[in-house]
Nanobody, 118 residues
Framework: QVQLVESGGGVVQSGGSLRLSCEAS????????MGWYRQGPGEERESLAM???????IYADSVKGRFTISRDSAKNTLYLQMNNLKPEDTDVYYC????????????WGRGTRVTVSS
């Protein structure tokens, strides 16, 4: 069973930065897509950033220019560098990994909380 473990959340002032990490229990090269989502109480989970096997990065408009997704295959770790954080970025952040072959499988971490104070 694949495990994804997030870390790096915390409390930061508006305008500050945090870097989230997501360590996978197996080689991240085995995943076709990896990404970061966030979800607040009573809200749907929102896709923030994803990175595809070929290195293509896709960002939501709400974080474009402020967040950067990256990966370190040697450490089996996915990162999300978050700069210029705003109070509306306060949420629980989740790591996601997806494989397409031989079947579609989705894996989620348990989340890490980010709180941005004004």
């Amino acid at each position: 069973q694949v495990q994804l473990v997030e870390s790096g959340g915390g409390v930061v002032q508006s305008g500050g930065s945090l870097r989230l990490s997501c360590e996978a229990s197996r080689s991240i090269a085995s995943f076709n897509i990896m990404g970061w989502y966030r979800q607040g109480p009573g809200e749907e989970r929102e896709s923030l950033a994803m990175i595809i096997t070929d290195g293509t990065r896709i960002y939501a408009d709400s974080v474009k220019g402020r967040f950067t997704i990256s990966r370190d295959s040697a450490k089996n770790t996915l990162y999300l560098q978050m700069n210029n954080l705003k109070p509306e970025d306060t949420d629980v952040y989740y790591c996601h990994a997806k494989t397409l072959l031989p079947s579609t499988e989705n894996y989620w971490g348990r989340g890490t909380r980010v709180t941005v104070s004004s």
